[in-house]
């Protein structure tokens, strides 16, 4: 009776969530330098899948479909895989503080993108456009798999070694990217600020077809560890002996955090605090339950970016803001 009961309420509570997703995901197609009101965005998405209802606009029509649409998706993504891998990190290290970045995701990925413009000058144009998000990918898994490497024991993964290990990466990486950065030019050190902060703007159909499923896969993989997460937050020892094998689901979840962080990354740069905040906010509002946790963090980081990008893109209008300060 008492899970039954437990379903329930995380049933609603997840329900909830996603109507507030919803809400908010038709509120940032609405609002713009362009408005467009809630009728019309119904009606241009009906007509796009070939249900013509009413007359549209094509103007609005255009900006919906190539600009906001892809940058919502984008950030509904990226949103949902930060958030949901903070939340599983946090539960693998039993640390309400950690975050993706903590093993050097983030900084990995952002070290490589410096190096990017230096790698152009080898390619062609054609291959020059998946440079950046190519190239921050391979770092972020780099700095995740050296991090696990000084972690790595005779026997067990140190948790405790793999943090430490991910925060000398990050120093490190950190130190290169200043070197870097002190001898790049005023276009590229511009560039490359605007990045670190995070941005949606150069989201389109075709990179987004690119790497959704580098981001969505692993970040709904992730869901399904929530049983061995709620094991191991009694402690390994406790685990083992109910059966979960600790070590698989260490490495699983750091290789499927470091996959969607890296793709996240990538993608829209260096969006800090939403796989810190939400899911610690998330466990002092419904409890520690990773069932709910997990998928609620996905829903809760998704709703958290697409606010921030919203605000981001009018507060300032006609220009905006990165969504790293906003976040």
């Keep these: 009776m008492k899970a039954k009961s437990s379903l329930t309420t995380n049933t609603a509570i997840l329900s909830s969530l996603v109507a507030l997703l919803v809400c908010t995901m038709f509120i940032s197609l609405r609002v713009g330098a362009l408005g467009i009101s809630v009728g019309q965005i119904v009606n241009i998405l009906l007509h796009n899948l070939g249900l013509d209802v009413a007359e549209v606009s094509s103007r609005d029509s255009a900006v919906l ?17 930060l958030g949901i891998s903070g939340a599983a990190l946090q539960g693998l290290f039993r640390n309400p503080l950690v975050e993706p970045g903590i093993i050097g995701i983030s900084n990995g990925a952002a070290l490589m993108a410096v190096f990017g413009p230096s790698l152009a000058l080898f390619l062609t144009p054609d291959l020059t456009t998946w440079l950046l998000p190519v190239a921050a990918f391979s770092g972020s898994l780099a700095a995740t798999y050296i991090a696990y490497q000084f972690s790595k024991g005779a026997y067990q993964t140190d948790v405790t070694i793999l943090i430490l ?91 499927l955090s470091a996959l969607a962080v890296g793709a996240s990354v990538a993608m829209a740069g260096a969006i800090g605090f939403i796989g810190l905040v939400v899911p610690h906010i998330l466990r002092m509002a419904f409890g520690p339950d990773h069932k709910l946790i997990l998928p609620a963090s996905a829903i809760g980081g998704a709703i958290l970016l697409t606010v921030a990008d919203m605000i981001a893109r009018t507060i300032v209008a006609p220009t905006e803001l990165p969504i790293g300060i906003i976040t």
Excluded: Y
């Design 65 to 81: 479909l190539s600009i906001r649409l892809p940058r919502l998706v984008l950030g509904v993504a990226v949103g949902g895989a």
């Design 165 to 255: 290990a991910g925060v000398a990466i990050t120093a490190l990486c950190a130190a290169l990217m200043g070197i870097v950065i002190f001898h790049s030019n005023e276009t590229a050190l511009r560039s490359f600020t605007f990045w670190s902060m995070g941005d949606l703007s150069g989201a389109s159909w075709d990179k987004i077809g690119f790497a959704i499923w580098l981001i969505v896969l692993p970040a709904v993989a992730l869901i399904g560890q929530s049983q061995a997460l709620n094991a191991m937050a009694l402690g390994e020892s406790e685990a083992r002996h109910l059966g979960v094998e600790v070590e698989k689901i260490k490495h699983r979840i750091i290789l």
